[in-house]
């Protein structure tokens, strides 16, 4: 198909304009690199995502100017998604457990709290004698106020606090996240709403301590069990945490991609908005330049004529005026 030399073409395609794929004048570039379509700057910007032909024009060296239906939300959750922070925070649970053995270690309150009244639930055990006088032998197992009052107590006891401890220091941490993270956020209720199901879970899934513990002791009363849960939960309760904070960070990630961008064209009141600079091209301003110095130059060069032509007509009235005198005094002599 013939078109017009007069029409416009596309920088990339080398086409002229059509009504489903329309030009777009994205850059400072003027005659035929000016325009380019729509569909083809967005593919060439997609093959470069990793570039600076992504956001700037290789040619004019100008920052695209990109506008979406929503300001992109940008979090700064660096201090959660660090290791050294977090684990140091995790740290400082082990001498706080410590110290709650210690002022627990006599009255231990804290299990009458867990079955909610001070009488510990037992299992009783029952044994047949095999002698000539057979009968059945029966007695209660250890409680678990018994087992931390024991003399390797110290050590179940320990472990029992530490993971209560590190499992209250992952609630403080994620209310902490969270109030940070919606502080930030421009459409808190649309990431409320899209996490909403994942977040109720995991702050129901901070309960978990009781809800072990009343299965294993209250349920089939299994104190090794629980012991061994405590000591896995130790190791496991850091990593849930960062589950968490990589889970709200890809909703985050999911709004901004569900966040359609548009390329605009290049004008200078929208790009004063983003980069203060001379929109003037280079060219004129070293016209500008030269001009400014030439003027400069040329009153230079007056004031030197009028200084000079000042200077000459004061040595001419000088010299005109004694050689009247001469002539006068002369008349007189006569």
């Not at 270690?105 to 639930?121: A, Q, V, Y």
């Not at 009781?210 to 012991?227: A, Q």
């Not at 496991?236 to 548009?262: A, G, H, S, Y």
């Amino acid at each position: 198909m013939d078109y017009c030399d007069d029409l416009d073409e596309c920088r990339i395609c080398f086409d002229v304009e059509k009504r489903n794929n329309e030009f777009i004048s994205p850059c400072r570039c003027s005659g035929t690199s000016k325009y380019v379509h729509i569909k083809c700057i967005t593919r060439w910007r997609n093959m470069n995502k990793q570039g600076e032909a992504y956001n700037h024009c290789m040619e004019c060296k100008e920052r695209y100017i990109v506008t979406r239906n929503f300001e992109r939300e940008m979090v700064n959750i660096r201090f959660y998604k660090n290791k050294k922070s977090t684990n140091s925070i995790y740290c400082m649970s082990i001498p706080t457990a410590f110290l709650m053995c210690l002022l627990d270690s006599t009255t231990l309150h804290f299990i009458d709290f867990l079955n909610g009244s001070s009488k510990e639930p037992i299992e009783e055990i029952c044994i047949y004698d095999g002698n000539k006088d057979s009968h059945i032998k029966c007695f209660n197992t250890t409680t678990l106020k018994q087992e931390f009052r024991s003399e390797d107590g110290i050590y179940t006891r320990t472990f029992f606090y530490l993971y209560f401890v590190m499992n209250a220091f992952t609630f403080i941490l994620s209310c902490f996240f969270m109030r940070d993270i919606i502080k930030q956020l421009k459409r808190k209720r649309i990431f409320i709403i899209d996490s909403c199901c994942q977040n109720i879970c995991w702050y129901l899934l901070f309960f978990k301590f009781i809800l072990l513990y009343k299965i294993t002791i209250g349920g089939f009363y299994s104190p090794g069990s629980f012991m061994g849960i405590c000591i896995a939960g130790i190791f496991i309760e850091p990593v849930l945490f960062k589950f968490f904070v990589n889970t709200n960070e890809r909703v985050i990630q999911d709004m901004n991609t569900d966040n359609p961008e548009k390329l605009r064209s290049w004008s200078e009141e929208l790009a004063i908005d983003n980069i203060a600079f001379d929109f003037r091209n280079i060219n004129e301003i070293e016209i500008e330049v030269e001009v400014d110095t030439e003027v400069e130059l040329e009153e230079v060069n007056l004031n030197e004529l009028e200084g000079s032509e000042t200077v000459g007509s004061s040595d001419y009235e000088s010299e005109g005026s004694s050689d009247f005198e001469t002539a006068s005094d002369d008349e007189d002599d006569l």
